[in-house]
């Protein structure tokens, strides 16, 4: 199939606005191969490749999370050229991945690019600020989420054009034995995806719930949806035992809010934007800016507080992106006591409040959401692509952000309704119940995926008195899966002891192709 400048131009806009999507929406997980992968087969006819390779593609890259100022491979890039390159070319998932996996890697250099260029619209932000246009911060806002998008389209649009021409006769010139090989290294990178989770999630208490979940799989074939659905139960469980989901104690509110239902709710709509423009001098600066700036003009007007307040929200400011809601909460109240009386509240008492809220917030979000809730469903949507159902990517993005909006809502709808008192109200050892409860269920799904999708076998067999014995069969009678789970804890431990990721990968790709290649693990 050759794609056409037309079709080019729609997957690399497809590619641009997922990642305008984190940046603008919220950070929906459009983005993810998971999603990217079945939507571009989708466009060009063959849904059952685009499902397989975005299967594969979040497996490999479960671990990889946009956290801070972090620039993880880029999945808008590597998943579309690699499905679009698989269907127009007649790859194999395998082969097609020879092109996502680098693609991805080189995709991070235009994010950087994209976040580098963002902080010239920070200065622009400033100059407006400083003379009170409103209108000219929120078009440095959109200006940057255009860099963001075209750090994505470009490339892709780019690539599709030029590349597709060679890719159609690849598959038919590579050899047999380099065909197994890159097939070998495919299968095995998975294991860089699960080992990433594992060193976050793993601690030496709750690792057994990791073997739970592999053994569930590899023994009993309960597959990654089963092993899941008992390690949720069993979270359940542990969670309602120690005490319940109640994190806020006291059935007393705080004072009356200053801040309007209305405020709130616009508030609450655009700080979905929270990421816009983001720039590694001040991250999420120019979106935090933005969401409040209605807000803004209504409590000062077109005055000197308009223009200070402005310029004190475009300092550095970075969360999880899912619950700012309590600090937009906080700060609202505070910026509303100020416009009352401003002798009541001073400039370093709204900043404080901010930092010191930010940080607990992000690792509390990164932990709970990058770490725990969207590797599981990412995980699950991945068996179910592998199996070729259609449900993978709406089960993925439904089951993320149900619970991605109402967290949103009820952080900022609480933060409002308690204030200040919030934080004194959290019970810290509830919350902490309940990240155990969630990374319990993490490892169990992360075992079953060990358990289930990841394939690494040995053709080799000796011959004793004219027998033929299969190593393979030999290590399937002593446990199920074995190969899979030794290269998992391996590069596990290759994690927690300082190796790069980068490194690992490139480990696990030229070892398995060359271990592939000679015959020694097969596919």
Do not use: C
């Amino acid at each position: 199939m050759h794609i056409s400048m037309g079709l080019a131009f729609v997957l690399a806009f497809i590619a641009g606005f997922s990642y305008f999507s984190r940046r603008f929406m919220g950070d929906l997980y459009l983005e993810r191969a998971i999603v990217l992968g079945p939507v571009t087969g989708l466009i060009m006819g063959d849904m059952q490749t685009g499902l397989m390779l975005g299967g594969t593609m979040e497996l490999i890259f479960m671990g990889a999370a946009d956290i801070g100022g972090s620039v993880p491979p880029n999945l808008p890039i590597g998943s579309v050229l690699g499905t679009a390159f698989a269907i127009s070319g007649g790859l194999s998932v395998q082969e097609a991945l020879v092109i996502a996996i680098p693609a991805a890697l080189l995709g991070s250099f235009f994010e950087l690019i994209a976040k580098s260029v963002s902080t010239i619209f920070v200065s622009g932000a400033e100059y407006f600020a400083d003379r009170g246009n409103t209108n000219g911060v929120s078009a440095m806002v959109h200006t940057g989420n255009l860099a963001h998008f075209l750090a994505d389209f470009l490339p892709v649009f780019v690539a599709l054009s030029a590349g597709s021409q060679v890719v159609e006769g690849l598959g038919n010139a590579i050899p047999a034995s380099v065909k197994t090989g890159i097939g070998v290294a495919g299968n095995l990178l998975p294991a860089l995806g699960f080992a990433l989770l594992l060193s976050t999630l793993a601690t030496t208490e709750l690792l057994p719930f990791f073997f739970f979940g592999f053994v569930l799989a590899a023994y009993a074939n309960f597959g990654v949806l089963g092993a899941a659905f008992v390690g949720l139960l069993i979270a359940a469980y542990y969670i309602m035992q120690s005490g319940g989901l109640q994190l806020v104690g006291g059935k007393d509110e705080g004072e009356a809010s200053m801040v309007s239902g209305q405020d709130q709710r616009t508030i609450y709509w655009r700080s979905f934007a929270i990421q816009s423009a983001f720039s590694f001098d001040r991250m999420q600066a120019l979106g935090w800016t933005w969401a409040l700036i209605p807000f803004l003009k209504k409590l000062y007007g077109n005055t000197d507080e308009l223009r200070r307040a402005l310029r004190r929200h475009l300092v550095f400011f970075n969360t999880h992106p899912w619950i700012p809601g309590p600090i937009f909460a906080s700060v609202a109240e505070l910026e509303a006591r100020r416009a009352k009386n401003p002798d009541e509240v001073d400039e370093q008492s709204i900043q404080g409040v901010k930092g010191s809220l930010m940080g607990p917030l992000a690792g509390i979000g990164d932990s709970s959401f990058h770490g725990t809730w969207r590797p599981l469903m990412g995980g699950i949507a991945a068996s179910m692509g592998l199996q070729g159902n259609p449900i993978a990517p709406l089960f993925f993005f439904l089951s993320t952000n149900i619970v991605h909006v109402w967290v949103r809502w009820f952080s900022q709808d609480r933060g409002f309704r308690y204030g200040s008192q919030l934080f004194e109200r959290v019970d810290a050892e509830r919350l902490q119940t309940i990240m155990r409860g969630a990374a319990m269920a993490g490892l169990m799904g992360i075992g079953g995926l060990v358990g289930t999708w990841l394939s690494v076998t040995t053709p080799l067999a000796y011959t004793i008195q004219n027998s033929t014995v299969s190593i393979q069969s030999m290590l399937d009678s002593i446990m199920p899966k074995f190969l899979p789970l030794v290269v998992t804890l391996l590069t596990y431990w290759a994690i927690r002891r300082g190796a790069r990721t980068v490194i690992l990968m490139l480990v696990l790709a030229i070892g398995g192709f060359a271990l592939g290649a000679l015959g020694i693990l097969g596919k």
